[in-house]
C-alpha cells in the first residue's frame, strides 16, 4: 500500500532563515505530487505541483519554491522566511487509474517568529 | 476559476443522530471530481467520500453518503449514525479533469459531535 511521509512535523523558525520541507511517497511510481498551506482556520491553498522529477509548477508568487530531485521526493524551500509564511503545510500525491484522488501527508506545522 | 462555499462555518449534533453539512459550488465545466475531506484534531486530511460528475448516483461510504445535484451545483454530505470520532473540520473540495487538477477546497464546516 502507498505511504506519505512528512517531516519535521513542527518546525519554529526565526524570521529570515530558511526553510527546508521533504515529502516522500512509497508504495508507488512517477506519482503527482502537491504542496499546499493552509492558514489558521481556513480551506487548502496549492502552492507548487510536479508531474515529474524536475518538473514544477507554481501556482502562487511568493516567498517559496520547490524540488522534486527524485521521483518519491519533494521539497519545499525557502531562502529567507517571512511571518506570512507561518502555517500548516501538507504533501500530497495522486493516484490514477480509477479512484484519481488526491492522498495527503500528516504534515508540517511551521511558525515563523 | 472555480470556487466551492461552504455556508456553515460551525455545527453540533448529539451522538447517534444525522446531520448535513452543505456544499456549493461554481464552474463551467461538465467534467469534474467533488469530495469531502475531514480534517480531525490531528491535522491530516483524510478523504471521506469521492463524487464523479459524469455519475448520476450518489457516492456512499458505510454512514456517509452525498447528495449530488449537478444542476444545482450543490453537494452535501450526510453523516448518518454520527459517532464521536466524526469531530473534525470537513472541507467540501472540487478538481476539475484538465490542467494540473489542483483542488479547490471551500472554507470548512466544523463539525462537533456531542456525547
Known amino acids: 500500500s502507498q505511504t506519505i511521509h512528512q517531516w519535521p512535523a513542527t518546525l519554529v523558525q526565526p524570521v529570515g532563515s530558511p526553510l527546508s520541507l521533504e515529502c516522500t511517497v512509497e508504495?508507488?511510481?512517477?506519482?503527482?505530487l502537491y504542496w499546499y498551506r493552509q492558514a489558521a482556520g481556513r480551506g487548502l491553498q496549492l502552492l507548487f505541483y510536479s508531474v515529474g522529477i524536475g518538473q514544477i509548477s507554481s501556482e502562487v508568487p511568493q516567498n517559496l519554491s520547490a524540488s522534486r530531485p527524485q521521483d518519491r521526493q519533494f521539497i519545499l524551500s525557502s531562502k529567507k522566511l517571512l511571518l506570512s509564511d507561518s502555517g500548516f503545510y501538507l504533501c500530497?500525491?495522486?493516484?490514477?487509474?480509477?479512484?484519481?484522488?488526491?492522498?495527503f501527508g500528516p504534515g508540517t506545522r511551521l511558525t515563523v517568529l | 476559476a472555480q470556487t466551492v462555499t461552504q455556508s456553515q462555518p460551525e455545527m453540533s449534533v448529539q451522538e447517534a443522530e444525522t446531520v448535513t453539512l452543505s456544499c456549493t459550488y461554481d464552474?463551467?465545466?461538465?467534467?469534474?471530481?467533488l469530495f469531502w475531506y475531514k480534517q480531525p484534531p490531528s491535522r491530516q486530511m483524510i478523504l471521506v467520500i469521492r463524487q464523479e460528475a459524469y455519475k448520476q448516483q450518489n457516492a456512499t461510504e458505510n454512514r456517509f453518503s452525498v447528495n449530488f445535484q449537478k444542476a444545482a451545483k450543490s453537494f452535501s454530505l450526510k453523516i448518518s449514525d454520527s459517532q464521536l470520532g466524526d469531530t473534525a473540520m470537513y472541507f467540501c473540495a472540487f478538481r476539475t479533469n484538465f490542467g494540473n487538477e489542483k483542488l479547490t477546497f471551500g472554507t470548512g464546516t466544523r463539525l462537533t459531535i456531542i456525547p
Open positions: 500530497a500525491w495522486r493516484s490514477g487509474g480509477s479512484t484519481d484522488t488526491q492522498y
Open positions: 508504495g508507488t511510481s512517477n506519482p503527482n
Open positions: 464552474t463551467s465545466e461538465s467534467n469534474y471530481y
